[in-house]
């Protein structure tokens, strides 16, 4: 049971949940909640209300996710101004001669 204490002092602040690892091959139901939440790609951040249900929720995916609580009046401000950690590239990298041909050398001296 959540005491109300802590309910009172859940509503001057929001939370800031971030997907951290991807919920590919996870239970439905984990994302279903990361999708009602609104957090559907790695390490972009999204602000949801701070109240039971939503933690309810958070509960089922918290080895998924990061979860920071923040001042409402603050909330967009942070998420807006985090940098968003770099996606790895998954380009091929440059072509690079493995070898120097007889004929460049050559013509270079």
């Not at 239970?27 to 957090?39: A, F, M």
């Not at 942070?78 to 050559?106: C, G, H, N, Q, W």
């Amino acid at each position: 049971m959540v005491h109300n204490a802590l309910l009172n002092g859940l509503s001057d602040t929001r939370l800031i949940v971030t997907l951290r690892r991807s919920f590919i091959g996870k239970h439905r139901i984990q994302k279903e909640i990361l999708e009602k939440l609104g957090v559907t790609e790695i390490h972009k951040a999204k602000v949801v209300p701070d109240n039971v249900k939503v933690w309810k929720d958070l509960k089922k995916v918290v080895s998924l996710v990061e979860i920071e609580r923040v001042a409402a009046s603050e909330a967009e401000k942070i998420a807006r101004e985090r940098p968003r950690l770099p996606r790895p590239s998954y380009l091929k990298p440059k072509f690079v001669p493995y070898f120097r041909s007889a004929s460049l050398d050559t013509q270079s001296s």
